[in-house]
């Protein structure tokens, strides 16, 4: 296991969820769950994260904000679509200036369906998200030998 | 020889100072879980996410970013130095001010606008809490001078002493306690760079570092914090052994308070840290120094 | 007899080049005249410190006073006056020519009546604190006068067209400067002292009202006139030298005050206020401030070699006195420690770069004043320091500032962004100079630790408390002016391919100096300034330890080696983008697509923090406090306790 699993910093953004999804990622940090417990901050800065959390859907307006971060954040790092919207823009979807899912800007690595997402729903696609940022933490350490 | 000396204060400082402060680190965030009624994250979590930050991409804003953080953290190892291995106060002071200064240009240096509000406010706390620190040490001169008959600013004098420089200047130890909480940056002193999620100049000083450069700042980190409680473990060590014990107890209560004052208090504007680390200063320290010179 | 020459030589040869500056029109003629003599200048001090390298006692040099130079001083007092008067008349200040007056008639009543009595045999001496002050004089005051050729050549270019190329003129006062500061330090005789002392403030007049505009006019004339408040001071103390104590030797002066500290209590008062008001204390220091409106080398002499330190260098002569005599003591401890923390204040409050290096010569002046007036050896080894290293960093600034003012068009830190990649080689010495005048292990620090151990010693608790606070918002002004220096972003255009090149040797000159000064603190304190706190208390200060002095001038080392060898380079690192919250328009240039639709750069102000440190809040309150003290400190040190009580 590399040390990128032990300690999972986590950058939230929302694109244009209804804050309900919001909401549960900010309680799975509260005592209740306490994801903390793995390493887990949120820390706000995409430069320090390694897991990107997006809530709501993908439309015109937003999609080269999430772009940018996706490419700020340092490699190895993983994306999780937190709630329906994120995966598919759910009952958005035939909105007018709405694109669709978080997959349609990034490449995503975890569907976390749910609306709005349960915390155990997010926790869960975290865990997922440690064995991919895993397998990227060791393609990255083979590439930098192989360099 | 001193330079010698310092040398080898400085290695052993830099061995065990990362070793005291992760745990210290990870103490301080268990402390807080707990008193947030949560698990918290285990004892060694500053410790992983060092080594996960060494093993991330390497990616920086400019070549010079990391120069300037390597010269703080070097810095911050010299001054341990110093103090370990009994030497002057005053130069430990003012190395580990260089250290910060360091810290502050590499943040500047990256034209970052978040990074740079950072930079200035980490500027303003510096000017915020020098006054109680040079008093810290001018006190520390007459507390060993009141005792022994002769001053010294050197560390090492307080194994000849047959009290604690507490005694004389407990008062500039509660001044001290004001302003240790703006260098450890707790609430309701962290402006400039806050360990909490979600603030408004996103991560202040170290907006822009990531991977190596962000570990070695947090490695920085731990070295102040275990510099800092080596100052307060100053105040209460004499000739006796024994002392070292009571020294770790009052080190380990004055982190407790600390983590105690992160949690309970809101972060305040910069000019009531500024005006009450002032003031605190100037009654703490001024009362004090003049009772030690005319009494 | 060698050294005589040498003496005479320092002092005459610059006299020399003045007039023959004054009759040169050709601009090639005059950069080969001023770089070659000031080359002879600096050699010629050079040799003289190191022919005379750890004299550790006062060194007379043996000779009557030569009723020429008495006379030539007389004729020189008028000279001064009649100048100020023309002046005074043509502009209409009533102020000034009436000073002007008292003070002419004051010198020719004194000289004709009372310095006949008075012989002095030895008029010239020499001691390891002149050696100092003429190193200083003789490299740094020199280096600026070779970097004016340069400067000078794009002022007049600024000129509007037609305006009169009054450069001889310039290039001979500072000339002349030189040589009236070597009287200064080299006088024994203090009726040449003071003519020295005059000439420099009628020098420095003229070249503040050099562009000849209302401003500069104006604040001229503020010089002038606090200036000769000064010389009316000194003069007084020479009254009271020559009728009460029968001598105008300052040996003699120091020896007899050493022994009756009482009786001198009013000449050393005088003295302290001549002192005061020539380096710029409060209520004093506005002069220094409005100075700042002549062409930048102006206000780098007056700043860093000459000028002011003529002033803190009587003072520091003085220190023996004030160590034993109360009254001055407390005046000048006073005066000084509130001056420094109320100017450090206030430069907090300043954006334009002139005006933050002006408030922080006064700041530090203040901290050489302290110190004097403190007295002890420690306090007087720490001054000796802060003078060597803030002339040397302080001309280095001003040289650095004048130099990208004319390359970025402004003297404004708000437009120093980024100057590391704008001017690379000039961001780098700023910076070195910057770090040299506010952080360990460079000079200025270990001069202020000394200062802080000095006073933690003689229990000077005011001034302990003055020191950490104004050292707390030294950190704060420099701290914030380094950050702006130091910022990178894209690749802009590299301005400074146009510099002159007698303004890259000064700066050079500069930088070297600083280097080498922060690197061989130990030898010089062993060299030069021991020597001298041996000749003048018959012990050594050991404030800070030799192996101390070694430490900090080998981390001074590897900062230095860290600013010109380690930062600005690109490492193999992947080039990342800034955090602009996921909205960047072009990222390069730091702009972001703003709530409009449009686009905004992201720039960043420095704090001035008004409400606290503004000067409309400080002003007033050092000035009415530093005037009281001195008030209060002469009428009682003429009358006598008696008139309060």
């Keep these: 296991m590399s040390y990128a699993t032990k300690s999972p910093w986590v950058i939230h953004y929302d694109g244009s969820s209804c804050n309900g999804c919001d909401i549960e990622v900010l309680a799975a940090l509260c005592p209740g769950y306490d994801v903390e417990r793995f390493g887990i901050i949120n820390t706000g800065n995409p430069k320090h994260a390694d897991i990107f959390l997006v809530t709501g859907s993908i439309n015109e307006q937003n999609i080269s904000v999430v772009q940018e971060i996706y490419n700020q954040m340092v490699e190895p790092k993983v994306v999780i679509a937190c709630g329906i919207c994120a995966c598919s823009a759910g009952i958005f979807h035939d909105c007018y200036n709405v694109i669709g899912g978080v997959d349609k800007a990034i490449p995503v690595d975890v569907y976390a369906p749910g609306c709005a997402v349960r915390p155990e729903a997010i926790i869960d696609a975290v865990v997922q998200g440690l064995a991919i940022l895993d397998e990227k933490s060791k393609a990255l350490k083979a590439q930098k030998k192989g360099a | ?295 | 007899m060698a050294t005589l020459g040498m003496l005479w030589f320092l002092i005459l040869f610059p006299l020399v080049v003045a007039v023959v500056l004054l009759a040169v029109r050709n601009n090639q003629a005059r950069n080969v005249i001023v770089v070659a003599s000031a080359i002879v200048i600096g050699l010629a001090s050079l040799f003289l410190v190191a022919a005379n390298l750890g004299v550790d006692y006062w060194k007379p040099i043996p000779m009557a006073s030569p009723l020429v130079v008495d006379i030539i001083c007389m004729v020189l007092g008028v000279a001064i006056a009649a100048v100020i008067l023309y002046f005074g008349i043509k502009y209409k200040n009533t102020l000034a020519c009436v000073l002007a007056a008292v003070q002419v008639v004051g010198s020719l009543v004194f000289e004709l009546m009372f310095a006949h009595n008075v012989e002095v045999t030895e008029c010239l001496y020499l001691d390891s604190l002149s050696l100092l002050m003429a190193f200083i004089i003789g490299i740094v005051g020199s280096g600026i006068c070779v970097y004016a050729l340069g400067y000078m050549e794009d002022f007049q270019a600024h000129q509007p067209e037609g305006a009169k190329d009054r450069r001889p003129v310039f290039f001979a006062l500072m000339f002349v400067f030189l040589s009236a500061m070597f009287v200064i330090i080299f006088s024994n005789n203090m009726m040449w002292m003071f003519t020295g002392w005059e000439v420099t403030t009628v020098c420095s007049f003229l070249l503040i009202g050099y562009t000849r505009t209302e401003e500069s006019l104006n604040n001229a004339f503020r010089q002038i006139v606090m200036n000769l408040i000064g010389g009316i001071a000194f003069l007084v103390a020479l009254y009271v030298m020559a009728i009460e104590m029968g001598t105008l030797s300052l040996l003699e002066f120091l020896q007899l005050g050493i022994m009756y500290p009482e009786m001198v209590a009013l000449p050393a008062c005088a003295l302290a206020l001549a002192g005061i008001t020539k380096a710029a204390q409060m209520p004093f220091h506005t002069w220094l401030l409005g100075a700042m409106v002549a062409p930048t080398p102006t206000s780098a002499l007056l700043h860093s070699s000459t000028m002011v330190k003529a002033g803190v260098f009587l003072l520091i002569k003085l220190a023996p006195i004030f160590y034993l005599s109360q009254i001055p003591s407390v005046m000048v401890i006073l005066v000084g420690g509130i001056t420094f923390v109320l100017c450090s204040f206030m430069a907090i409050s300043q954006s334009n770069a002139k005006r933050v290096l002006a408030y922080s010569t006064i700041a530090n002046l203040g901290l050489i004043v302290a110190c004097a007036g403190v007295g002890t050896p420690e306090a007087v080894w720490a001054a000796c320091f802060l003078i060597l290293f803030h002339a040397i960093a302080k001309s280095l600034l001003f040289l650095c500032v004048g130099t990208a003012e004319h390359h970025i068009g402004s003297r404004d830190i708000e437009d120093m962004d980024q100057l590391f990649q704008r001017m690379p080689k000039l961001a780098r010495f700023m910076m070195l100079g910057i770090m040299v005048m506010f952080i360990a292990p460079f000079g200025m620090l270990i001069a202020k630790w000394a200062t802080l151990v000095s006073f933690v010693e003689m229990r000077q608790v005011a001034l302990i408390v003055m020191l950490a606070f104004g050292s707390a918002a030294t950190f704060f002004f420099w701290g914030k002016w380094l950050g702006k220096l130091s910022a990178i972003a894209a690749e802009p255009d590299n301005v400074e391919l146009s510099v002159h090149k007698s303004e890259w040797g000064s700066l050079l000159l500069m930088v070297v100096l600083a280097i080498l000064s922060c690197a061989c603190l130990p030898l010089i304190s062993q060299a030069v300034v021991d020597p001298y706190i041996q000749s003048v208390y018959g012990t050594r200060a050991a404030d800070i330890q030799f192996t101390n002095q070694l430490l900090a001038a080998l981390l001074a080392i590897v900062v230095i080696i860290v600013l010109f060898a380690g930062v600005g380079k690109q490492n193999k690192s992947k080039q990342a983008q800034v955090y602009l919250a996921g909205y960047s328009a072009n990222n390069e240039q730091r702009v972001f697509k703003n709530s409009l639709s449009g686009t905004t750069e992201a720039t960043m102000r420095n704090w001035y923090l008004e409400g606290i440190f503004g000067e409309t809040r400080i002003r007033p309150v050092g000035e009415w406090v530093c005037g009281i003290i001195i008030a209060a400190a002469i009428i009682i040190s003429a009358f006598g306790t008696s008139v309060i009580f």
């Design chain 2, 1 to 295: 020889m001193t330079i010698l000396a310092v040398l080898i204060g400085t290695l052993i400082f830099a061995v065990l100072a990362p070793i005291l402060g992760c745990l210290l680190a990870g103490l301080d965030r268990k402390i807080s879980a707990r008193m947030q009624g949560r698990v918290g994250p285990p004892l060694l979590q500053p410790y992983y996410d060092v080594r996960k930050l060494i093993e991330k991409d390497d990616v920086a804003v400019n070549g010079t970013e990391r120069v300037y953080i390597i010269c703080a953290l070097v810095f911050t190892l010299i001054a341990g130095g110093i103090f370990v291995s009994g030497g002057n106060l005053l130069m430990c002071i003012f190395v580990l001010t260089l250290g910060a200064l360091f810290f502050i240009l590499a943040a500047y240096c990256t034209s970052s606008p978040y990074a740079q509000v950072g930079a200035s406010r980490e500027t303003l706390q510096v000017m915020s809490y020098e006054p109680m620190v040079l008093f810290m040490a001018v006190a520390f001169f007459m507390a060993v001078q009141a005792i022994l008959g002769m001053g010294s600013f050197d560390v090492r004098a307080v194994l000849y002493l047959d009290v604690p420089v507490i005694t004389n200047i407990w008062l500039v130890f509660l001044g001290f306690l004001f302003v240790l909480t703006i260098k450890l940056r707790k609430s309701p002193f962290d402006l400039s760079y806050s360990h909490h999620a979600h603030q408004e100049i996103v991560k202040g000083v170290t907006t822009e570092m990531s991977g190596k450069t962000l570990a070695m700042v947090e490695v920085m980190h731990w070295c102040e914090n275990v510099l800092f409680m080596l100052w307060v473990a100053l105040f209460f060590v004499w000739g006796n052994p024994a002392s070292i014990i009571l020294a770790l107890v009052v080190v380990a209560v004055v982190y407790f308070f600390e983590i105690w004052i992160d949690n309970n208090f809101a972060r305040v504007k910069w000019q009531t840290m500024l005006t009450s680390a002032w003031v605190v200063a100037l009654v703490a320290g001024g009362i004090n120094i003049a009772f030690l010179a005319y009494l």
